[in-house]
């Protein structure tokens, strides 16, 4: 069984973009990871309500 994954690279824009976000969600990974889709505009796909009520590239599932 093939189980890679690729890692994900977490730069300083992406932590500083967490800063900007507005706090509708506080759980710290979610976060960075919306600040990611911000910072490179990628679409972000979620099944939580929380993470779909912020702005950016984020789509409700």
């Given amino acids: ?5 690729e890692e ?3 730069t300083s824009e992406h932590v ?4 900007s976000l507005p706090t509708i969600h506080r759980n ?4 960075l990871l919306i600040a990611r889709a911000i ?4 679409l972000l796909v979620s ?6 009520e912020y702005p950016g590239p ?3 599932v």
């Fill in 28 to 31: 710290p990974f979610d976060r």
């Fill in 47 to 52: 099944a939580n309500r929380k993470i779909g």
């Fill in 1 to 5: 069984m093939n189980n890679s994954f």
């Fill in 58 to 60: 984020i789509r409700r």
């Fill in 16 to 19: 500083v973009g967490v800063a």
């Fill in 39 to 42: 910072a490179e505009d990628l």
């Fill in 8 to 10: 994900l690279l977490i």
